[in-house]
DNA sequence: GACAATTATCGCATGTTTGCGATAGAGTGA
DNA sequence: TCACTCTATCGCAAACATGCGATAATTGTC
């Protein structure tokens, strides 16, 4: 979890989504993905803390080091790929569900 | 679309699904997995369809070419990213909701 | 069959994620 | 303070997805 709360280090997306409502067209597709982003970083970190494990307790589990957890807890971070999502589920006894839903068009504030 | 039906080509994961049944431990992760890819494919072109686009004008509309899409929608291509499935999502005023489900752990057939 | 439109597949360059060690910083407790 | 645990971050190589053109294969129509 890098952003959010006390560290100033880099986006805070929470707080961008909040402050800008409806600023430019652009914009809104942008803070849509940084929330997305922000979701999937969230659930994850949400999932390994109610499983009670470590970083590092993760990573074995998953097959990874305690570096690549880290940098996919990180909200900033929009590299994802399914695979590594599956994986994280599978270590989890989770599975991944994708869906498209139709997009809430954000218009105005 | 390229397992299923009139094609033999390769994987044909849905009747691999239902054939099997209960076999190993580590099998029923192949196969879930090949069943989210079946699904993430499947979903791909049927918002394609629905939109009454062709495979080259989904790819304009997402900024890449008609090959990339269809390899998004091989069933047996397992390599989607986050990142492509929001531009596609995108391109089809839609977003991609990511979800961790509990597992249906698949106990025996 | 010939033709057009659409889709599947190949090959390769380029960009991006992962793998992983090293290390730094924060927090806790003795 | 020291020792320990946990997390963040850097750097680089290897693995992988994308970009994209070329070309086969498919499907539908006349």
């Known amino acids: 979890m890098r952003s959010q709360k006390t560290e100033k280090h880099t986006s805070d997306a929470l707080a961008l ?3 800008m409502t409806g600023k430019s067209k652009e914009m809104a597709d942008l803070v849509e993905q940084e929330q997305a982003n922000l979701d999937v970083a969230r659930e994850i970190y949400a999932l390994r803390i109610k499983a009670k494990l470590s970083q590092a307790e993760l ?8 570096s690549v ?5 990180d909200a900033d971070y ?12 599978s270590a989890l006894e989770k599975r991944v ?4 839903v139709p997009s809430p068009k954000l218009t105005q504030a």
């Open 17 to 19: 989504v909040e402050e």
């Open 78 to 89: 929009d590299g994802h790929s399914l695979a590594m999502l599956r994986r994280i589920a």
């Open 59 to 66: 990573a074995r589990k998953v097959g990874t080091t305690q």
């Open 97 to 100: 569900e994708i869906r498209f």
């Open 69 to 73: 957890i880290s940098r996919l807890e």
